[in-house]
């Protein structure tokens, strides 16, 4: 009954994740036993199979903090100059709490002249020298400064801060900070956080603390690497001065480092592979984009710790049709994972994704994690503000390879150079309001949780092997598809009686 997965993928279609659809298995477990613990690379474990992808308008600092404090990892894109990156991945791993504030600093004998003063965040942070290496000794909020009465707001902060000294260490928790603010009873409202070596690098608000109560539990501990913190990694080009950028980014902590291409077998890639291999033997390296067996075996032979799968499958692509070359997400996620597995190398299933059945597929064909751009894109945690489009509250997304991100951070690389035309292979447009990641990735991971299920498979390596075993499945038709989803119903409206 269905094909083999072997059968299947050899007839010579290039199949999407749509195409195709897993016959059940025989579930003997409840769904909370499925384990989605997985690896990113070789030497990186993950608690659940999430990575945010490399582009501007989805990961920077507060993307990376959050899907490594759900167990998964961020990917800082590298569309900025290398300071700015390095900044993000230090900002990212500063302290565990998931929601990133950007504190303001000021001295005793500052004054705030209006509430511009409060641009970036809601607290103003008061140490003696006005910064943060310097001694904390108090904080006044927005709020507390808007209530203070006329003639005093002008007044140097000293008269009026909200004189504390106490703050939450760098690898405080949930729980912890929690415990900070039901000891300092309802007046205190926001908890200053201090770095490794003390100096203040956050501040929690106590209004985010309670709204990460109100979402479904936080996975685990976070994906924490040797050095305490989360763990956060970067992309970088095969350019010689990508190798001043890694250095940045080895220099702010990156766990890991991808190498962001939409092509990922040249010689390019192989000769930086090699180079980093040599320069930073601990540093756990990324490559690719591969979509077929022999450019994952290039890879693989020069030395990556994990592959990224995946040409022109991407929401805001447009590889495939510029360049007629690129892959079938699902065949391509096969069949490099087929050859990878035998070198113990993990696949990453990069875009595509745009549902929890995606991600079901992506990793029962032989994925250890998937890679998202447009599924994480127009949460808060993505870079950029919120619009208003047609009534809807949008953020943009767009391609790396759109002429817009192109234009922004990499003229120097493709549009300065008056030599090399670049050819835009994406596109820009934008996503809706989705809301907090800490909040729907949990939701969508239990969703993942109840497909394993149904497929009998308790956890990852139960679902690769069951790929070799009895697993069937069979090509969907076009009205399969239809039937597979909402069909059929006219809109229903409330209506008022
Ligand atoms: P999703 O479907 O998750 O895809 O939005 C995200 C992935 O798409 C790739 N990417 C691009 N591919 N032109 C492309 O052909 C582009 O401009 C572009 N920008 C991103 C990338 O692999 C990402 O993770």
Same mark, same amino acid.
Do not use: W
């Given at each position: 009954d269905g094909f083999k997965p072997e059968n299947l993928f050899r007839q010579g279609y290039s199949y999407t994740y749509d195409d195709v659809i897993f016959l059940p298995g025989y579930i003997g477990f409840p769904v909370d036993k499925v384990d989605l613990s997985t690896k990113l690379t070789r030497n990186i474990s993950l608690s659940i199979p999430c990575v945010s992808s490399p582009m501007d308008t989805v990961t920077e600092s507060s993307m990376a903090r959050a899907m490594a404090a759900l167990g998964g990892i961020g990917i800082i894109h590298s569309n900025c100059p290398p300071d700015e990156q390095a900044a993000h991945v230090r900002a990212a791993k500063a302290h565990r709490f998931p929601i990133l504030s950007n504190p303001i600093f000021r001295s005793p004998s500052d004054r705030i002249s209006s509430l511009d003063d409060f641009a970036t965040s809601p607290c103003i942070l008061v140490t003696q020298s006005g910064d943060s290496k310097s001694k904390l000794i108090g904080y006044i909020s927005q709020f507390q400064w808007m209530e203070l009465p006329d003639g005093s707001k002008e007044a140097p902060l000293a008269d009026y801060m909200v004189s504390s000294v106490d703050f939450v260490g760098w690898d405080s928790d949930l729980s912890q900070i929690v415990e900070y603010?039901?000891?300092?009873?309802?007046?205190?409202?926001?908890?200053?956080?201090?770095?490794?070596s003390g100096e203040i690098v956050d501040v929690v608000a106590r209004a985010d603390v309670e709204t990460l109560r109100g979402y479904p539990r936080l996975l685990g501990g976070g994906s924490v690497g040797p050095d305490g913190e989360l763990m956060v990694g970067a992309a970088i080009g095969t350019r010689e001065s990508d190798k001043v950028r890694l250095e940045h980014l080895v220099k702010a902590g990156a766990n890991v480092v991808v190498l962001d291409s939409s092509q990922g077998n040249s010689i390019y890639q192989i000769e930086m592979i090699k180079y980093i291999k040599r320069t930073y033997p601990e540093l756990d390296l990324i490559g690719g984009n591969v979509v077929t067996m022999s450019q994952a075996? *290039?890879?693989?032979?020069?030395?990556?710790?994990?592959? %990224?799968?995946?040409?022109?499958?991407?929401?805001?692509?447009?590889?495939?049709?510029?360049?007629?070359?690129?892959?079938?997400?699902?065949?391509?996620?096969?069949?490099?994972?087929?050859?990878?597995?035998?070198?113990?190398?993990?696949?990453?299933?990069?875009?595509?994704?745009? *549902?929890?059945?995606?991600?079901?597929?992506?990793?029962?064909?032989?994925?250890?994690?998937?890679?998202?751009?447009?599924?994480? #894109?127009?949460?808060?945690?993505?870079?950029?503000?919120?619009?208003?489009?047609?009534?809807?509250?949008?953020?943009?997304? %767009?391609?790396?390879?759109?002429?817009?991100?192109?234009?922004?951070?990499?003229? #120097? %690389?493709?549009?300065?150079?008056?030599?090399?035309?670049?050819?835009?292979?994406?596109?820009?447009?934008?996503?809706?309001?989705?809301g907090s990641v800490l909040k729907f990735v949990p939701y969508t991971v239990q969703a993942v949780k109840q497909g394993l299920q149904d497929l009998g498979a308790a956890s990852l390596q139960d679902a690769h092997d069951l790929l070799k075993s009895t697993l069937r499945l069979e090509v969907r038709t076009g009205a399969a598809q239809v039937e597979g989803g909402v069909h059929g119903l006219v809109s229903y409206e409330k209506k008022p009686f």
């Open positions: 603010f039901d000891a300092k009873g309802p007046k205190v409202d926001f908890a200053p956080v201090a770095g490794r075996d *290039n890879l693989i032979k020069a030395g990556v710790d994990g592959l %990224r799968v995946g040409m022109g499958s991407g929401s805001i692509c447009t590889t495939q049709e510029v360049c007629a070359v690129g892959r079938g997400q699902a065949t391509a996620v096969y069949k490099v994972s087929s050859i990878a597995s035998q070198s113990k190398v993990p696949v990453i299933a990069d875009g595509g994704i745009s *549902n929890s059945g995606h991600i079901v597929k992506a990793l029962t064909l032989g994925a250890s994690t998937v890679m998202m751009g447009s599924f994480l #894109a127009g949460s808060s945690e993505s870079p950029g503000a919120y619009m208003v489009q047609d009534g809807r509250r949008v953020k943009k997304y %767009r391609g790396m390879g759109s002429l817009e991100a192109m234009t922004k951070g990499s003229d #120097a %690389r493709y549009l300065g150079d008056t030599t090399k035309l670049k050819i835009a292979q994406g596109v820009v447009g934008a996503v809706a309001d989705k």
